[in-house]
Each structure stands twice: as structure tokens, then as C-alpha cells.
């Protein structure tokens, strides 16, 4: 057994866990005891960790594995008795989320800053997920961070550096160490669920072809055993799949912007049939249809109307839940099949809690997530089989899908507004501002819109009861739109304002419109209650989605 060491360490300011863990630059990981300090917290928050077993992986950006060594000898030191770690160091977050449940270890730590670009000047991320495989609550987070405020050692040992490359067993200072094939549980799990022998009759029809780009992240390993390993998919279906350090120099976030080679294939002369990207540690997605861009809320609404084409979710849904930004095409959907409907802040971890109460089994978000309680993260390769089982039960392409979805239910118009790089102050106030003035708004003109009701949302759990406020400011107007602000709680470097707007359609010839042109009322009514371009000293948006 190796030598414990006690390290002296002094606590830095700013490690509270944002929207999804801790994210912030390489260059501030890796300053002296950084990443030690955040991971020694996390212990000290497990409290007694003698005999508890972690899983450890990342989406294998710039200073993955070498924070895994860092982590590995720490949990060592600590009296952790086993490590399961992804080969190479990999574990995409669903598959995370996977193993921290089909292994019943007592949590896992993983390591990305989701779609934020990797490398040494660019993003590193910590997130903890809980023995349900879910991110760990808010209450959890705040012990962690509390312990980062008081922190003044850590627990190490010294070791050689574990051979992350070969599966199977080894030992590191007393603890036991398997090293496993971060895709096959994942595999199994999906096959469970999906209709495999029928997407592949659709994979390896010649008339049939779909693109998955991997966009030089995690998910590569992930799509091309499933998608051309195991349903016979054209070699050559997964682009981008060998992941990266630097993914590419790309922003590894699945968007009409960043998933350029996938949007260019969808467009081109001779357009796919099906396209989807995911991001960078493989929990997001975005899904195409033939030239047809298929909007996230949208997509969660479909996925839960043909839920019964999938043989894991024939038995009906116990019930859905989206973020409260997320358009609300997916409460018309729960309406008709008679389920629930929660609506929860902006973050995964509000949806933990409904799973582990068997409240709901899909839910979703604007930001291209979509899941269901198999695991307890969103999930985008699950996302895409859900997609391509759902397409060759109703035989209809994706388009086709999503049209005849709009006539059933209506249409939700959807769209996000970033204003990125703000001065935090800045934006700091005029969500204070808003949120101040919020009671007086209703009755107010705003354009040409008259405000009906606005609030600042506040969240409360129904399984523990636990509040959470201050999560958005909501404007209602008259002609039934809505506007919603916040600050974003991913980003590494100033401030990112997201205005959110949505707006619902019955009139069959109103349903196939320009989203920008048929939101642009609101959005203008929104941005002058909120006085946004004095704020901001912007005139547009840096991104639209
Ligand atoms: C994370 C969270 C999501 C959230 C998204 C955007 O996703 O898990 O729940 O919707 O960030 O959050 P924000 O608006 O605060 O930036 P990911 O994929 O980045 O882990």
C-alpha cells in the first residue's frame, strides 16, 4: 500500500458548479491544486469514502487523461476500494450515466465541458453524477462547493500512472482498478430498448441513406459499433469519428452553425434522408430531415407522440417533462395521451427526481437534449435510434413526420436568441432589472404586443419539496407568445444572455413559415421591455437556433 500524502492547499474563489458541473478554462484547471481542491470536495461532500466504488471518464478533450491520473490517485488516497474508467479514458455522459447504474457504484465523475471547445486555451469541465447516474441536485452542489470555500487539503498518493489503454483489472494503492469498454454496456442498453432488426432492415436499404457527424467528439466510438458495426450502416455513415484533444478545432456543439459538413450533405444535390450530430461529450443532438431542420422542442414533442413505436415504450409513458424555456409543443402532446406534464428550471438535474419517482420516462430540453429514464442524462445517440425507429415503423421520412405532427397538434415556433461575451455586470443588471420590475409588466404595451402576465420562475420539486428561484424571467403577451431571459450557467468567459421565444400556430397555412418572421413581434416587444440593446450595446443576436 502506497504512502497516503496530506497536501497542503489554500481554497479558490469561483468553484461553484454552474448549469452542468464546473467549467472553466485549461489554463485555470490546471493551475497548482485546482482541479485537486474541486475533486477533494467532492470526497469531503461523499463524507466517509472508504469502500465506495466510482466510475471516472470524459469526452476526451485536452487534459482528460491526465486529470484522470490526478483522480485516480486522489480516490486511492481517499479509501476508495474500486475505479471503473473507460478505456482510453472515455465515457460519454449517458454512458456515464449507464454504467454508474448498471455497476451500482456510488457515483461518477465526469470529465467535459459538454459542446465548449477543447484544447489548451479552450474548455475543461467536472461534473459529479450520483449512485442513480444522474448530476448531482443543488443541494448537492452547494455542499460541494461549500467544501471548495473552506478546503485546506487533499489526499494523494504516489504512483506510477495507471495504463488506461488495456481493458481489465489492476490495482493503485490499496484500490482495485478495471479499465472497461466504454461502449459495450451502452450498446446493450440500446439494443434493449430499440427495435434493432428493424432499423437495420432501414440501414442497410440501399435507397436509405442518413449521416452522423461525431463532430471529432465522443461519440464517435459510439455510433460507428452501433450504427455500422451492429445495424450494417454504410461504412462511412459516422463523419468525424475518431474523437480528439481539440475535437477538430471545432465547437463540438450540434447546430446548424458548427455542424457544417453534416448541414452541407443534408442541403446538397443529392440530399440524405436523415442526419444527425451530436456534441461533445454525447449527450446532445441534433436531428435532420431531407433539407429540413428539425427543431429541438419540436423533436421532443414527436419522440414522445410516437413513443408507442418503440418496444420499450409501447406501455405508454408515466408521464413527460421539458425546461421551462422549452417550447410547449410537448404539453399538447401530453394533453392528448392524458399524461403529466412537469415543468422544471433549464438543467438536467431538475429531472432526476421525476425519474427516480416514476413521475416521467421522456423529457427534454431546447438545448438539443432529449432522454428518458434509461439512464438518468440526456442521451443523443439515443435520441437518433428513437428518430430512425420511428421512421421505419411509420414509414415516413423525418419530414414527413414532423408536417404531420404540426397539422395534429399545432405548431410551436420556437427560437433562441445569445448574446454572447456580455460584460457580466452589465447583464447582471438587466436581468435584475426585469426581475425587480417584473409585477408592474402586466397590462403594459410592449410594440405592438400588450403584456398579460410575466413572472420570475421559480421551481418547486414535486417529489422533495426543495425551491429553487430566480430561474427566468417569463413575459406572456396577448397574441399568446412568450419571451423568457436568463443568463446562461455553462459559459467560461463573461456573460451569454439567452432571450428564448416561442409562439403557437393552428392555421394550416401559417404552419409552414420563416420561424425568425413569424417570432419577430415578440422578439421586439421583448427587447424593449428589457431594454436590451442599451444593456447589451448590441443590435443582434451572436447565435440563433
Ligand atoms: C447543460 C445542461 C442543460 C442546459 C444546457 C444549457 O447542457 O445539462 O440542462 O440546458 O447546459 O444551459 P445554460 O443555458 O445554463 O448554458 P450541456 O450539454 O452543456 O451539459
Same mark, same amino acid.
Given at each position: 500500500?502506497?504512502?497516503?500524502?496530506?497536501?497542503?492547499?489554500?481554497?479558490?474563489?469561483?468553484?461553484?458548479?454552474?448549469?452542468?458541473?464546473?467549467?472553466?478554462?485549461?489554463?485555470?484547471?490546471?493551475?497548482?491544486?485546482?482541479?485537486?481542491?474541486?475533486?477533494?470536495?467532492?470526497?469531503?461532500?461523499?463524507?466517509?469514502?472508504?469502500?465506495?466504488?466510482?466510475?471516472?471518464?470524459?469526452?476526451?478533450?485536452?487534459?482528460?487523461?491526465?486529470?484522470?491520473?490526478?483522480?485516480?490517485?486522489?480516490?486511492?488516497?481517499?479509501?476508495?476500494?474500486?475505479?471503473?474508467?473507460?478505456?482510453?479514458?472515455?465515457?460519454?455522459?449517458?454512458?456515464?450515466?449507464?454504467?454508474?447504474?448498471?455497476?451500482?457504484?456510488?457515483?461518477?465523475?465526469?470529465?467535459?465541458?459538454?459542446?465548449?471547445?477543447?484544447?489548451?486555451?479552450?474548455?475543461?469541465?467536472?461534473?459529479?453524477?450520483?449512485?442513480?447516474?444522474?448530476? *448531482?441536485? /443543488?443541494?448537492?452542489? !452547494?455542499? +460541494?462547493? &461549500?467544501?471548495? %470555500?473552506?478546503?485546506?487539503?487533499?489526499?494523494? #498518493?504516489? *504512483?506510477? /500512472?495507471?495504463?488506461? !489503454?488495456? +481493458?481489465? &483489472?489492476?490495482? %493503485?494503492?490499496?484500490?482495485?482498478?478495471?479499465? #472497461?469498454?466504454?461502449?459495450?454496456?451502452?450498446?446493450?442498453?440500446?439494443?434493449?430498448?430499440?427495435?434493432?432488426?428493424?432499423?437495420?432492415?432501414?440501414?442497410?436499404?440501399?435507397?436509405?441513406?442518413?449521416?452522423?457527424?461525431?463532430?471529432?467528439?465522443?461519440?464517435?466510438?459510439?455510433?460507428?459499433?452501433?450504427?455500422?458495426?451492429?445495424?450494417?450502416?454504410?461504412?462511412?455513415?459516422?463523419?468525424?469519428?475518431?474523437?480528439?484533444?481539440?475535437?477538430?478545432?471545432?465547437?463540438?456543439?450540434?447546430?446548424?452553425?458548427?455542424?457544417?459538413?453534416?448541414?452541407?450533405?443534408?442541403?446538397?444535390?443529392?440530399?440524405?434522408?436523415?442526419?444527425?450530430?451530436?456534441?461533445?461529450?454525447?449527450?446532445?443532438?441534433?436531428?435532420?430531415?431531407?433539407?429540413?431542420?428539425?427543431?429541438?422542442?419540436?423533436?421532443?414533442?414527436?419522440?414522445?407522440?410516437?413513443?408507442?413505436?418503440?418496444?420499450?415504450?409501447?406501455?405508454?409513458?408515466?408521464?413527460?417533462?421539458?425546461?421551462?424555456?422549452?417550447?410547449?409543443?410537448?404539453?399538447?402532446?401530453?394533453?392528448?395521451?392524458?399524461?403529466?406534464?412537469?415543468?422544471?428550471?433549464?438543467?438536467?438535474?431538475?429531472?432526476?427526481?421525476?425519474?427516480?419517482?416514476?413521475?416521467?420516462?421522456?423529457?427534454?430540453?431546447?438545448?438539443?437534449?432529449?432522454?428518458?429514464?434509461?439512464?438518468?442524462?440526456?442521451?443523443?445517440?439515443?435520441?437518433?435510434?428513437?428518430?430512425?425507429?420511428?421512421?421505419?415503423?411509420?414509414?415516413?421520412?423525418?419530414?414527413?413526420?414532423?408536417?404531420?405532427?404540426?397539422?395534429?397538434?399545432?405548431?410551436?415556433?420556437?427560437?433562441?436568441?445569445?448574446?454572447?461575451?456580455?460584460?457580466?455586470?452589465?447583464?447582471?443588471?438587466?436581468?435584475?432589472?426585469?426581475?425587480?420590475?417584473?409585477?408592474?409588466?402586466?397590462?403594459?404595451?410592449?410594440?405592438?404586443?400588450?403584456?398579460?402576465?410575466?413572472?420570475?420562475?421559480?421551481?418547486?420539486?414535486?417529489?422533495?419539496?426543495?425551491?429553487?428561484?430566480?430561474?427566468?424571467?417569463?413575459?406572456?403577451?396577448?397574441?399568446?407568445?412568450?419571451?423568457?431571459?436568463?443568463?446562461?450557467?455553462?459559459?467560461?468567459?463573461?456573460?451569454?444572455?439567452?432571450?428564448?421565444?416561442?409562439?403557437?400556430?393552428?392555421?394550416?397555412?401559417?404552419?409552414?413559415?420563416?420561424?425568425?418572421?413569424?417570432?419577430?413581434?415578440?422578439?421586439?416587444?421583448?427587447?424593449?421591455?428589457?431594454?436590451?440593446?442599451?444593456?447589451?450595446?448590441?443590435?443582434?443576436?451572436?447565435?440563433?437556433?
Amino acid at each position: 500500500m502506497s504512502m497516503i500524502k496530506t497536501i497542503e492547499t489554500t481554497p479558490y474563489a469561483g468553484q461553484k458548479p454552474g448549469t452542468s458541473g464546473l467549467r472553466k478554462k485549461v489554463t485555470e484547471f490546471t493551475r497548482v491544486h485546482y482541479l485537486e481542491n474541486f475533486v477533494q470536495a467532492i470526497f469531503n461532500m461523499l463524507g466517509d469514502c472508504q469502500g465506495k466504488r466510482l466510475a471516472v471518464g470524459g469526452d476526451g478533450r485536452y487534459y482528460n487523461r491526465q486529470a484522470i491520473q490526478i483522480i485516480a490517485r486522489m480516490a486511492a488516497a481517499n479509501g476508495f476500494s474500486k475505479l471503473l474508467i473507460g478505456r482510453d479514458g472515455i465515457l460519454s455522459t449517458p454512458a456515464m450515466s449507464c454504467i454508474i447504474r448498471k455497476y451500482g457504484t456510488d457515483g461518477g465523475i465526469i470529465l467535459s465541458a459538454s459542446h465548449n471547445p477543447g484544447g489548451p486555451d479552450a474548455d475543461f469541465g467536472v461534473k459529479f453524477n450520483g449512485a442513480n447516474g444522474g448530476p *448531482a441536485p /443543488e443541494a448537492v452542489t !452547494e455542499k +460541494i462547493y &461549500r467544501h471548495t %470555500l473552506t478546503i485546506d487539503k487533499y489526499l494523494t #498518493i504516489e *504512483a506510477d /500512472e495507471i495504463d488506461l !489503454e488495456r +481493458i481489465g &483489472r489492476s490495482e %493503485l494503492g490499496g484500490m482495485e482498478i478495471e479499465i #472497461i469498454d466504454p461502449v459495450a454496456d451502452y450498446a446493450d442498453l440500446m439494443a434493449s430498448i430499440f427495435d434493432f432488426e428493424k432499423i437495420s432492415q432501414l440501414l442497410t436499404n440501399r435507397r436509405f441513406h442518413m449521416c452522423f457527424d461525431a463532430m471529432h467528439a465522443v461519440t464517435g466510438p459510439y455510433a460507428r459499433t452501433i450504427l455500422e458495426e451492429q445495424l450494417g450502416a454504410e461504412p462511412g455513415t459516422v463523419i468525424n469519428g475518431a474523437p480528439s484533444e481539440s475535437f477538430g478545432g471545432i465547437h463540438p456543439d450540434p447546430n446548424l452553425v458548427h455542424a457544417r459538413e453534416l448541414v452541407e450533405r443534408m442541403n446538397g444535390d443529392a440530399p440524405l434522408a436523415f442526419g444527425a450530430a451530436s456534441d461533445g461529450d454525447g449527450d446532445r443532438n441534433m436531428v435532420l430531415g431531407s433539407g429540413f431542420y428539425i427543431n429541438p422542442c419540436d423533436s421532443l414533442a414527436v419522440l414522445a407522440a410516437n413513443a408507442g413505436l418503440v418496444p420499450k415504450y409501447q406501455e405508454g409513458l408515466a408521464g413527460v417533462a421539458r425546461s421551462m424555456p422549452t417550447s410547449r409543443a410537448l404539453d399538447r402532446v401530453a394533453r392528448v395521451l392524458e399524461i403529466p406534464c412537469y415543468e422544471t428550471p433549464v438543467g438536467w438535474k431538475y429531472f432526476g427526481n421525476l425519474m427516480d419517482a416514476d413521475k416521467i420516462t421522456i423529457c427534454g430540453e431546447e438545448s438539443f437534449g432529449t432522454g428518458s429514464s434509461h439512464v438518468r442524462e440526456k442521451d443523443g445517440l439515443w435520441a437518433v435510434l428513437f428518430w430512425l425507429n420511428i421512421i421505419v415503423k411509420s414509414r415516413k421520412p423525418a419530414r414527413s413526420i414532423v408536417r404531420e405532427h404540426w397539422s395534429q397538434f399545432g405548431r410551436d415556433y420556437f427560437t433562441r436568441h445569445d448574446y454572447e461575451g456580455l460584460d457580466a455586470g452589465r447583464a447582471g443588471e438587466m436581468i435584475s432589472r426585469l426581475r425587480e420590475g417584473v409585477s408592474g409588466l402586466p397590462g403594459r404595451q410592449a410594440g405592438e404586443l400588450s403584456i398579460q402576465a410575466a413572472d420570475d420562475f421559480t421551481y418547486t420539486d414535486p417529489v422533495d419539496g426543495s425551491v429553487s428561484e430566480e430561474q427566468g424571467v417569463r413575459i406572456f403577451f396577448n397574441d399568446g407568445s412568450r419571451a423568457v431571459f436568463r443568463l446562461s450557467g455553462t459559459g467560461t468567459s463573461n456573460a451569454t444572455l439567452r432571450l428564448y421565444c416561442d409562439k403557437y400556430e393552428t392555421d394550416p397555412a401559417l404552419l409552414g413559415l420563416d420561424t425568425q418572421r413569424m417570432l419577430a413581434q415578440s422578439l421586439q416587444a421583448a427587447g424593449e421591455v428589457s431594454n436590451m440593446a442599451e444593456f447589451t450595446g448590441r443590435t443582434a443576436p451572436d447565435v440563433i437556433t
